[in-house]
Each structure stands twice: as structure tokens, then as C-alpha cells.
């Protein structure tokens, strides 16, 4: 079974600073997808970016992006000029590409908090 | 933008009591999903559904039951409510892999406490 695991239950930074939230999964799959979800307040959870394993080159949206080490099994989020909007749960989550591979498997989550 | 709606945020409800929490989608998405979320913990799977009528347990199925009889609706039932059953309820859904069916999208959640 799949594991995903996030180390930092709680991570705070700077306004306008960046910010590195890690995430590290155990897999024996070559072809999956992972994902970084947003929680904030309001508990409506948001996808921030997704990257394909197969793909070489690390996803970026903006003022997110990843550094994903496949060989490492790591697939770290970072946040730029970060703003107070950012603060919320982020959520890494795993899902296989097989034919069965329909349940996302989730991290135990990162608070992030903003200081202004 | 599609919308998945969770019929109530707060419920409060005794040890025993039968409990429905429903979850209604839509967008015609095939693929629906009940999760619980505990602190340190993450999301964890419940149970799904990838059709009406079909279901599949999750990591977490027992002291729980699912009903799909329309496919925009995904209810979640606890047949008897138990103390550790105190919980945040997320219902997701999406459609098939292939068909822009790599993104969940969430309700906003349903914070049950069994007393």
C-alpha cells in the first residue's frame, strides 16, 4: 500500500518570504500522480498544483512549485513571496494511474501559518 | 465551477443514534468519495463509489455504509454512532481519469461530533 508522509505538522514564514513544505511517499508504482491541496478556514480543499511521474520537469502555478525527486521518492511544495492568503492545511496526496487506482492517498498534513 | 454541497456543517448527534450525512454533486461526476479527517492524521478513505449503486471500501469502511442511488448523490451512513466516529466528514468527487478526472473537488465538510 502507498504511504504518503508529511514531516512538518507545522511550518510558519514571513510575509513576502518563501517557504518549503516537504512530502515524502513510499511507492513500488512507476506511473502515478501527485498533488499539493490547499485547506484553508473555510475547509474547502484546493488543488495547488499536480505533476505527473512521468514528467521530467517540476510543475509550477505561479508563486507555487515543486521539487519532485523521483529516485528520492520526494515531492516537496515551495511557496514565493508568500502572502497571508497562503495561510491554511496543505495536503500532499499520491494517486496511482492504473485502472484500479482511483482513491488519492493522503499526507497527515502541514499548517502553514503567515506572519505579517 | 462544479459544486459539490454537503447538507449540514455542525451536527451533533448522541452514542447510537443512525446518522446520514449527505453529499449531493453537480457536475455528473462518476467518481464519488467519502473522507474523514483527524488531526496529524490527513484525509482518509471511507468509501467511494465510480457508479450508481457500485461502491468500494476505503482504508476505513467499518462502523460505516454508503448509498448511491442517483449519481449525483453520495450519502454516508453511520448505522450506530460511536464516540470515535467524532470526526470531520469531507464528501469529494470527479470524473473518470481521462476525462479531466485527475482533480477532486471537495465539499466544504461536515463537523460531526457523537456525544
Known amino acids: 500500500a502507498q504511504t504518503v508522509t508529511q514531516s512538518q505538522p507545522e511550518m510558519s514564514v514571513q510575509e513576502a518570504e518563501t517557504v518549503t513544505l516537504s512530502c515524502t511517499y513510499d511507492?513500488?508504482?512507476?506511473?502515478?500522480?501527485l498533488f499539493w491541496y490547499k485547506q484553508p478556514p473555510s475547509r474547502q480543499m484546493i488543488l495547488v498544483i499536480r505533476?505527473?511521474?512521468?514528467?521530467?520537469q517540476n510543475a509550477t502555478e505561479n508563486r507555487f512549485s515543486v521539487n519532485f525527486q523521483k529516485a528520492a521518492k520526494s515531492f516537496s511544495l515551495k511557496i514565493s513571496d508568500s502572502q497571508l492568503g497562503d495561510a491554511a492545511m496543505y495536503f500532499c496526496?499520491?494517486?496511482?494511474?492504473?485502472?484500479?487506482?482511483?482513491?488519492?492517498?493522503f499526507g497527515g498534513g502541514t499548517r502553514l501559518m503567515v506572519k505579517p | 465551477d462544479v459544486k459539490v454541497t454537503q447538507s449540514s456543517r455542525y451536527l451533533v448527534k448522541r452514542t447510537g443514534e443512525k446518522v446520514f450525512l449527505e453529499c449531493v454533486q453537480d457536475?455528473?461526476?462518476?467518481?464519488m468519495f467519502w473522507y474523514r479527517q483527524d488531526p496529524g492524521l490527513g484525509l482518509r478513505l471511507i468509501y467511494f463509489?465510480?457508479?450508481?449503486?457500485?461502491?468500494e471500501k476505503g482504508d476505513i469502511p467499518e462502523g460505516y455504509s454508503v448509498s448511491r442511488e442517483k449519481k449525483e448523490r453520495f450519502s454516508l451512513i453511520l448505522e450506530s454512532a460511536s464516540t470515535n466516529q467524532t470526526s470531520m466528514y469531507l464528501c469529494?468527487?470527479?470524473?473518470?481519469?481521462?476525462?479531466?478526472?485527475?482533480?477532486?473537488?471537495f465539499g466544504s465538510g461536515t463537523q460531526l461530533s457523537v456525544l
Open positions: 469529494a468527487s470527479r470524473p473518470n481519469p481521462g476525462q479531466g478526472g485527475e482533480k477532486l473537488f
Open positions: 511507492t513500488s508504482e512507476s506511473d502515478y500522480y
Open positions: 505533476q505527473e511521474a512521468y514528467k521530467q
Open positions: 496526496a499520491y494517486r496511482t494511474n492504473n485502472n484500479a487506482g482511483n482513491m488519492l492517498t
Open positions: 457536475m455528473d461526476h462518476e467518481n
Open positions: 463509489s465510480y457508479d450508481v449503486k457500485m461502491k
